[in-house]
T-cell receptor
Framework: EAQVTQNPRYLITVTGKKLTVTCSQN?????MSWYRQDPGLGLRQIYY???????DKGDVPEGYKVSRKEKRNFPLILESPSPNQTSLYFC????????????????FGPGTRLLVL | AQKITQTQPGMFVQEKEAVTLDCTYD???????LFWYKQPSSGEMIFLIY??????QNATEGRYSLNFQKARKSANLVISASQLGDSAMYFC??????????????????FGKGTLLTVNP
């Protein structure tokens, strides 16, 4: 089954304790992205990656890091979490090898609910 | 300025009736794509329908159709014959070519703030 998986699904942590949210896709997609969703704000992009070892900042990258060492994995790293990073996080992926990139559907993971105390 | 505007924070509809969820967008890029996603209370994001800026006909997918009015920059989602399972948050999103900032390499979706649809029995 084609899917994007995220772990953990729920996480409660304390300020300053480093954490990693994993994301993995089994569709051989080149493009992967992280979004955060906050009430009344919709989804905002944090980081994205066009392929292995190619990453770039989205709209709200402060306080986050990513890496793309393998095509299927795109972990999100919070080096020193703060309460304002409490949010619902989504990983997404899509193909980027076709010419009609505008219509490539982005597949989302199930989301990770993070609470930073 | 917001790129995607969803003016209806909440909508109510009776089961089996049709409902229209509004979406307007702002872009100067002639090439763009418009998407609608559904987010039920369980939280996952489910792709519903896509409309390309150069598509001549309005997109349809089962009970979902997109009323695309390019000159007005609107891309409203129409759900026919509403079902109780349609109760969810609905997001309109846009992808632009974005060559200025990323050379066209960011497949980023820009989302609206969403509309919460409640279907009443």
């Amino acid at each position: 089954e084609a899917q994007v998986t995220q772990n953990p699904r729920y996480l409660i942590t304390v300020t300053g304790k480093k954490l990693t949210v994993t994301c993995s896709q089994n569709m051989n997609h080149e493009y992967m992205s992280w979004y955060r969703q906050d009430p009344g704000l919709g989804l905002r992009q944090i980081y994205y990656s066009m392929n292995v070892e190619v990453t770039d900042k989205g709209d709200v990258p402060e306080g986050y890091k990513v890496s793309r060492k393998e095509k299927r994995n795109f972990p999100l790293i919070l080096e020193s979490p703060s309460p304002n990073q409490t949010s619902l996080y989504f990983c997404a992926s899509s193909s980027a090898s076709g010419g009609a990139f505008l219509r490539e559907t982005q597949y989302f993971g199930p989301g990770t609910r993070l609470l930073v105390l | 300025a917001q790129k995607i505007t969803q003016t209806q924070p909440g909508m109510f509809v009776q089961e089996k009736e049709a409902v229209t969820l509004d979406c307007t967008y702002d872009t100067s890029d002639p090439s763009y794509g418009l998407f609608w996603y559904k987010q039920p209370s369980s939280g996952e994001m489910i792709f519903l329908i896509y409309q390309g800026s150069y598509d001549q006909q309005n997109a349809t997918e089962g009970r979902y159709s997109l009323n695309f009015q390019k000159a007005r920059k609107s891309a409203n989602l129409v759900i026919s014959a509403s079902q109780l399972g349609d109760s969810a948050m609905y997001f309109c999103a846009m992808r632009e070519a974005d060559f200025l900032n990323s050379g066209g390499s960011n497949y980023k979706l820009t989302f609206g703030k969403g509309t919460l649809l409640t279907v009443n029995p």
